[in-house]
T-cell receptor, first 111, second 116 residues
Framework: GQSLEQPSEVTAVEGAIVQINCTYQ??????LSWYQQHDGGAPTFLSY????GLEETGRFSSFLSRSDSYGYLLLQELQMKDSASYFC????????????FGSGTKLNVKP | GAVVSQHPSWVICKSGTSVKIECRSL??????MFWYRQFPKQSLMLMAT?????????EQGVEKDKFLINHASLTLSTLTVTSAHPEDSSFYIC????????????FGPGTRLTVL
């Protein structure tokens, strides 16, 4: 089966940097994705890591260490609009049609 | 980017009735669509995977006779909640993938179902 762990809530101030960690256990790992979801809205894709290392996309970066079954999402120059829930999701190698989501991290950005 | 729509965006129904939710990929063909449900302040729970022209694959614990999924074309999948009860009240979200190799799912805006 699959399980993913994320912190439930993180608070940071505008302009700061915040890191959201994700540890996973899966029967067949294929890749780690990150999604953002604002209250009442649909998830939107942020990034994907299949290989170890850092992927950078503007203010957001995502890191993966397959040997540690660990990844993180790094948000820089935080803005108020970044207040949302952030989910990591693993793609199952044994059936790579499927994505399984973590419990989500609620990010609160304060002025 | 790719756009996925859902209809209706919200629905209120009486207990015992059936509700159909549509998920459409507007500008691409979706070989695979996924249905999730999400309770307030919780994660997305995968309910089933549907591939065009074949039967849906349900996750463990999801009743296939209660949640009927049809993926009749490459741009449309439907979820029917049969004989809905208050505990079925939830946020139902679909997503679509264009090709087997892509790692991006495009999510619909979700459907808020309230069963009275």
């Amino acid at each position: 089966g699959q399980s993913l762990e994320q912190p439930s809530e993180v608070t940071a101030v505008e302009g700061a940097i915040v890191q959201i960690n994700c540890t996973y256990q899966t029967s067949g790992f294929y890749g780690l994705s990150w999604y953002q979801q604002h209250d009442g809205g649909a998830p939107t894709f942020l990034s994907y890591n299949a290989l170890d290392g850092l992927e950078e996309t503007g203010r957001f970066s995502s890191f993966l260490s397959r040997s540690d079954s660990y990844g993180y999402l790094l948000l820089q120059e935080l803005q108020m609009k970044d207040s949302a829930s952030y989910f990591c999701a693993v793609r199952d190698k044994n059936n790579f049609n499927k994505f399984y989501f973590g419990s989500g991290t609620k990010l609160n950005v304060k002025p | 980017g790719a756009v996925v729509s859902q209809h209706p965006s919200w629905v209120i129904c009486k207990s015992g009735t059936s509700v159909k939710i549509e998920c459409r990929s507007l500008d691409f063909q979706a070989t695979t669509m996924f249905w999730y449900r999400q309770f307030p302040k919780q994660s997305l729970m995968l309910m089933a995977t549907s591939n065009e022209g074949s039967k849906a694959t349900y996750e463990q614990g999801v009743e296939k006779d209660k949640f009927l999924i049809n993926h009749a074309s490459l741009t449309l999948s439907t979820l029917t909640v049969t004989s809905a009860h208050p505990e079925d009240s939830s946020f139902y979200i679909c997503s679509a993938r264009e090709r087997l190799s892509t790692d991006t799912q495009y999510f619909g805006p979700g459907t808020r179902l309230t069963v009275l």
